[in-house]
């Protein structure tokens, strides 16, 4: 069992910048892909980010390719979503998620992810 807890959302104005942070629970996180995910209000949960388990590879986006940043530190088990200017479009719950060990598939699928965190808002003001 893997719990994730994010943290660091809160409310920013248009063209500012949120770093979010994802601490994982035990001793499998370097073995396990990581996703960052967002839901807006009405709106169907979506991909944000992911970094892979084997090597790091990451993956965004088409929205947000170019403005956020996602890395891992596994000497910390934490997940990193460094987000820079930022829209109001970008308002949402934002969740951590981690995949099972092993496992590099479908990054951007929410049923690739077997643990989610309880989600931070992030809320940006035009």
């Known amino acids: 069992q893997v719990q994730l807890v994010e943290s660091g959302g809160g409310l920013v104005q248009a063209g500012g910048s949120l770093r979010l942070s994802c601490a994982a629970s035990?001793?499998?996180?370097?073995?396990?892909?990581m996703g960052w995910f967002r839901q807006a209000p009405g709106k169907e949960r979506e991909f944000v980010g992911g970094?892979?388990?084997?090597?790091?590879?990451?993956y965004y986006a088409d929205s947000v390719k170019g403005r956020f940043t996602i890395s891992r530190d596994n000497a910390k088990n934490t997940v990193y979503l460094q987000m820079n200017s930022l829209k109001p479009d970008d308002t949402a719950v934002y969740y951590c998620a981690a995949q099972t060990l092993m496992s590099s598939t479908a990054i951007a699928t929410t049923q690739s992810y077997a643990y989610w965190g309880q989600g931070t808002q992030v809320t940006v003001s035009a």
């Open positions: 035990g001793r499998t996180f370097s073995s396990r892909t």
């Open positions: 970094v892979a388990w084997n090597g790091g590879r990451t």
